[in-house]
């Protein structure tokens, strides 16, 4: 096995989620050449892994699209490892006539995979996904060790910090946010009761939210919204970090910060770990004082 390519073109949390597979095929394949296909925007998340040896990029379009299954035809994949399934990504796979076409196996298994992998619940999406590289015979027995990894850090000068927490009370979907009156009890209570500032994020076109946080005592808000290697930066040096069920939270877990995740049920996309404190209601988000809790617990 000389050289495999992971495809993972979106969403910016999946692309995460997938970058354990890169470091456990090198660990238990370490001659093999690791290459990974994502989007534009995706390539700064996966920017400067150690354990990826290329980065391929998939522009929208058919023109992209056959780019790539050129590139794949070049490139001469020993497998191909398709983790999200989509049209597109099944397409590329197919052309690649790669030898081993590894997914998932669905009810219907696609034309365009001849490995297919049974899923199995580890409590885990990033340790489900290792169990994909048992089409290349690979068995992964310490799965529970590999987390998502970000390397792509990016200075933010302008923003000047000493012990701090961060808070993301954004996500892309409306209906997992949680009530902005509950997030300012939040950033009043780490303000009163451990004496340090909570560094507001948000990003791009979220620029309304942030103003709803302005005069709120004990908040620092950037003027503009981070790129992701900012915000890595920023999670990284935080104390600890309290977001939703999104990419922030994704992305506080992948620098190895302490993260408290607010959402309505638990939904198996972070790891049971001491670093990770789930809180959640019953099919409905949780009080603030479960949140206040969490954050005592977390802090020791």
């Given at each position: ?18 970058t ?36 391929l ?31 597109r ?7 690649s006539?790669?030898s081993r ?13 001849n490995?297919?992998?049974e ?5 885990y999406?990033?340790w ?7 089409g290349l015979?690979?068995?992964v ?6 987390l ?5 850090f ?22 997992k946010?949680?009530?902005?009156k ?13 004496g ?6 948000y ?5 309304e ?10 908040t620092?808000?950037?003027e503009r919204?981070?790129?992701?290697g ?12 309290i ?12 620098v ?6 607010i959402?309505?049920?638990h939904s198996?996309w ?17 009080n ?9 617990e977390?802090?020791?």
């Open positions: 096995m000389k050289r495999v390519l992971i495809i993972q073109i979106r969403q910016l949390g999946d692309i995460l989620l997938s354990p597979l890169c470091r456990a095929l090198r660990e238990n394949l370490s001659s093999v050449e690791v290459h990974f296909l994502t989007s534009e925007i995706g390539k700064s998340i996966v920017l400067g892994n150690p354990y990826i040896d290329e980065i990029t998939l522009s929208e379009g058919i023109v992209g699209e056959v780019r790539a299954v050129l590139t794949t035809l070049r490139n001469r994949y020993d497998a191909v490892i398709d983790v999200q399934r989509t049209g990504s099944r397409r590329i796979t197919l052309f006539l790669s076409r590894i997914a998932f196996k669905k009810k219907n298994f696609e034309i365009g995979y490995v297919p992998i899923w199995e619940n580890r409590g999406t990033a489900e996904r290792i169990k994909l590289l048992e015979g690979v068995k027995r310490n799965y529970q060790d590999y998502p990894e970000f390397y792509n990016k200075p933010v000068k302008s923003l000047k910090l000493d012990k701090y927490a961060v808070i993301v009370p954004t996500a892309r979907k409306r209906e946010m949680w009530e902005v509950n997030f300012q009890e939040i950033i009043s209570f780490i303000h009163r009761e451990l340090i500032k909570t560094v507001l994020l990003g791009k076109g979220e620029e939210e942030k103003k709803k946080y302005k005069n709120l005592q004990g620092i808000i950037p919204a981070l790129s992701i900012e915000s890595a930066s920023v999670i990284k040096g935080a104390l600890f970090f977001g939703l069920n999104s990419f922030a939270s994704h992305l506080s877990i992948s190895g910060t302490k993260t408290i995740i959402d309505k049920k198996g972070f790891p049971p770990i001491p670093l990770v404190k789930e809180v959640y209601g019953d099919g409905k988000f949780p603030v004082d479960s949140v206040k809790k969490a954050i005592l977390l802090m020791g």
